[in-house]
């Protein structure tokens, strides 16, 4: 079974505090995603990454960035959180291009308070 | 970019048909991807067409694809309580293209 693991399940975090979510697959996926999950407003792609040390911005990329050392993990940086950040945050996985699926971790709900 | 619009909530009894309503501006859309989100976890693929397509049947989903107006639906049969969950139209555009762009989903309650 792919598996994709986001670190922790709840943070509460300070306004100003840097923030690091940490996502790893293990099925040796190239692509890697970021999202953010708010009702009403569904899913929305914050970055992806489709090979180690390459990454693209997706439609909401401000105040975010990432890091990928590995081909296994995937870094999500808040480099000063602020409460509009406040939302769940959803990493996933999937091979190649064309049509694949993508497999998602179980999100992280961050609070900023 | 591309938008996908689908309406927020779907409540419908245990039995009956389900059709969640999906449309989308990017005509270049290869493949159409619907995802289930039950409480407290991530996405699962549930079932997907091909743009050539304008029918799929899988078991008690049905999907329909009409391209010329750029929509999609989703129609469950027989709903279980169990299909009670979030539904995520995401079509994947442009050849090349990796990340799906997703709507604001579908919560389907299914009253017993």
């Known amino acids: 079974d792919v598996k994709v693991t986001q670190s922790s399940r709840y943070l509460v975090k300070r306004t100003g505090e840097k923030v690091f979510l940490e996502c790893v697959q293990d099925m040796d996926h190239e692509n890697m995603f970021w999202y953010r999950q708010d009702p009403g407003l569904g899913l929305r792609l914050i970055y992806f990454s489709y090979d180690v040390k390459m990454k693209e911005k997706g439609d909401i990329p401000e105040g975010y960035s990432v890091s990928r050392e590995k081909k296994e993990r995937f870094s999500l940086i808040l480099e000063s959180a602020s409460t509009n950040q406040t939302s769940m945050y959803l990493c996933a996985s999937s091979f190649g291009e064309g049509n694949t699926e993508a497999f998602f971790g179980q999100g992280t709900r961050l609070t900023v308070v | 970019g591309e938008d996908v619009e689908q309406s927020l909530f779907l409540s419908v009894r245990e039995g009956d048909s389900s059709v969640i309503n999906c449309t989308y501006t990017?005509?270049?859309?290869?493949?159409l991807y619907w995802y289930k989100q039950e409480p407290g976890a991530g996405l699962q693929l549930l079932t997907y067409?091909?743009?050539?397509?304008d029918m799929k049947q899988d078991q008690r989903l049905t999907v329909l694809l009409n391209k010329k107006d750029k929509h999609l639906s989703l129609r469950i049969a027989d709903t279980q309580t169990g299909d009670s969950a979030i539904y995520f139209c995401a079509p994947l555009g442009r050849t090349g293209r990796r990340a799906l762009t997703f709507g604001s989903g579908t919560r389907l309650q299914v009253q017993p």
């Open positions: 990017d005509s270049s859309s290869t493949y």
């Open positions: 067409i091909f743009s050539n397509m």
